[in-house]
């Protein structure tokens, strides 16, 4: 039985920064595929290339070299506005710092993928509340990011990246800013996420996130060190008198 | 996204920095009202230079007799009559642009009521001279020309020489004295104003001119010891008169090809529109003026733009990662930079028309306002809007997402 085209396929990509005189090499050579409904974690130390990596599959910027197959698509020579599209369209975003919009409400910043993809108001509405929903927010659709907690926001962050459908979810250090209890939080979320279906690709740094991902994949030095299947450890999140305990 | 979600979503950044927004626009609002209200007192300006000009009559010319040299001193314009009154019957049936032509004789003199006396410029001369300087009676009437070739004792006043002698009381029958001879009121002439120069035209009487050759100068004479005024046909056909009128008097004067003339010609038209286009310039540097100040307005724009745009790097980093194209962005902004110009222009208008009302109450000008100023100011300052705020706005679409997404 012929294996399924996979849907992010990398073929010996590298990316060269010039800063000034100074030659960076970030990635030296990556190929990788991850197929529809996995939930990959790439891992690496500060300066291995790994955020490099994930800006390229993120489509946020292009390597220099090699080729990227996005849903079979090769976005790798893309201008600016088409890559906008394929992230508008394919792509949901999750970050370290969340990245809200302040002083607006959840609902609008859940909005804000749909605004650009033309979607009509109404429409908009209805799908903003509910990925709010299915992320836990439904009773806080007009709170701002300020009257939220941090678990809170990147919640409204997750709903945001969901809410245009997008093929695949990609997580730079999502619980970077939490504690460990909201981290578990938020990794139940993702793996609730993941059984639903969606592709997930998270950066972090933390072994014991990356326990929670289907497959582990260990970048140094721009290279591709390790990439291993794992059975996924349950996020369990910790009832409340444990955590004060 | 349609341009009404991109002006929402520009509304929203301006509202969260209400008076940054407020003080960004204070620039626009003070360069429009500026241009506006200056523009509307230039404006006043001419209307009472025109109205001025106006009510010393219409399409008019004023001739002067020559002057006298005295031992190589010129004694200026009419101290030596050489007008005569033939002069005036050839000015009046030879010239064709001329539509009418009256001598004024012209004498300080003390006029008498009962109980008051005034001591105001007494002129002699025809009814046509009203009509020339389009003068009506506002009581009574004018004399006529039966009044003239009678000699009558008749006079008319001006206005301020009735307040002085018969306060609120109809003059007209009444009697008054010039140099102790008795004369009847028979008319008050219509208010008049001030001439350009700040003259009273109100303090004045007529009498028919030959009552004032045998009453007030003394004596019948060949020269007239005044000026002529004349009225042309048209405004246009002022400058064909005097020079129609010029060839007439040298000829008739026995002037050698060379020789000087022995009289002046003042044409009233062509005052008036040096005096325009005085009043024109002043205009144009006020608004120019005004301009300036819109211009530093804009530059104010451009400054708070960049300001935004780096203290939003990273809200433009999420529009971008979650789709936003370059032009959506751009658009962001020049909506944003649009609206506080616009705004601004709105306000400043309202402003200006304001401030242009007061001034004119204030100056007692009439309030002019141009359509077409209120036209350009709206457009100008749209036009610094986009103008001041592209470059802003090209900056902030042209920011690479991931830097932006990692801007502290």
């Known amino acids: ?245 | 996204m349609n341009f009404l979600q991109t002006s929402r979503v520009a509304l929203r950044a301006l509202q969260r920095n209400k008076m940054r927004s407020f003080l960004t626009a204070l620039g626009i609002i003070i360069g429009v009202s500026a241009v506006i209200a200056m523009v509307a007192i230039g404006e006043g300006a001419k209307a009472r230079v025109e109205q001025a000009f106006a009510s010393m009559g219409s399409n008019l010319l004023i001739i002067l007799p020559g002057t006298t040299t005295r031992g190589g001193a010129f004694g200026g314009f009419g101290s030596m009559p050489t007008l005569t009154w033939e002069d005036l019957k050839a000015i009046q049936s030879e010239v064709p642009a001329v539509r009418s032509a009256a001598a004024v004789l012209r004498s300080a003199a003390q006029i008498m009521s009962e109980d008051q006396n005034w001591s105001t410029t007494v002129n002699g001369t025809s009814p046509d001279y009203f009509d020339i300087r389009s003068w009506p009676a506002a009581r009574g009437s004018l004399f006529s020309q039966s009044d003239v070739e009678g000699g009558n004792k008749v006079v008319v006043l001006g206005q301020t020489v009735v307040d002085k002698l018969f306060g609120s009381a109809d003059p007209v029958g009444q009697m008054v004295r010039i140099k102790n001879i008795p004369f009847q009121v028979v008319g008050v002439l219509e208010k008049k104003g001030q001439s350009p120069q700040g003259q009273d035209y109100d303090d004045t009487a007529f009498v028919p001119q030959t009552t004032f050759q045998a009453k007030v100068q003394g004596g019948l004479q060949k020269y007239i010891q005044g000026t002529i005024f004349v009225s042309a046909l048209s405004p246009e056909a002022t400058a064909r008169a005097q020079t129609e009128i010029t060839g007439l008097l040298r000829d008739r004067h026995h002037l050698q090809l060379g020789s000087d003339d022995d009289f002046s010609i003042r044409n009233l038209t062509e005052m008036a529109s040096a005096q325009q286009e005085g009043t024109n310039t002043l205009t144009t540097l006020l608004a120019a003026i005004a301009a300036v100040s819109l211009l530093v307005g804009g530059i104010g724009i451009m400054n708070i733009m960049l300001v935004s745009v780096t203290e939003r790097t990273r809200e433009i980093g999420v529009r971008m990662a979650v789709g936003a194209k370059t032009y959506n962005i751009l658009a962001q902004f020049l909506v944003e930079a649009l609206t506080l110009s616009l705004a601004g222009g709105i306000i400043g208008i309202a402003l200006g028309l304001l401030g242009a009302q007061r001034l004119a109450a204030q100056f007692g000008w009439p309030m002019l306002v141009r359509p077409d100023i209120i036209l350009i100011a709206v457009g100008f300052s749209a036009l610094v809007g986009v103008g001041f705020g592209l470059y802003p706005a090209r900056k902030a679409s042209r920011l690479d997402p991931i830097e932006a997404l990692r801007y502290e």
């Open chain 1, 1 to 245: 039985m012929p294996e399924r085209a996979p849907l992010l396929a990398l073929e010996d990509v590298t990316k060269v920064y010039r800063m000034g005189d100074v030659e960076v090499r970030a990635l030296r050579g990556v190929s990788l595929q991850v197929q529809q409904g996995e939930f990959v974690a790439i891992m690496g130390s500060s300066g291995s290339g790994k955020s490099t990596l994930m800006n390229i599959v993120g489509c946020l910027d292009r390597p220099s070299a090699g080729r990227y197959l996005l849903n079979g698509q090769d976005v790798s020579r893309l201008g600016r506005n088409e890559l906008a599209e394929i992230r508008n369209r394919t792509l949901g975003f999750v970050f370290q710092t969340f990245n809200l919009l302040s002083r607006t409400s959840a609902m609008e910043n859940v909005e804000l993928p749909l605004l650009y993809g033309g979607v009509s108001t109404k429409e908009r509405h209805r799908r903003a509340q509910e990925a709010l929903t299915r992320v836990g927010l439904g009773d806080r659709l007009e709170h701002h990011p300020n009257q939220m907690s941090g678990g809170q926001q990147q919640r409204v962050a997750i709903a945001r990246a969901l809410v245009s459908n997008p093929k695949v979810i990609l997580a730079d250090e999502p619980t970077g800013n939490l504690d460990s209890r909201t981290s578990i939080e938020i990794m139940a979320l993702f793996q609730e996420l993941w059984r639903s279906g969606i592709t997930l690709v998270l950066v972090t740094h933390e072994p014991d996130i990356a326990a929670y991902a289907s497959r582990v994949l260990v970048v140094k030095d721009g290279r591709v060190q390790s990439d291993k299947k794992q059975e996924p450890e349950i996020a369990r999140p910790l009832p409340e008198e444990e955590a004060t305990a």
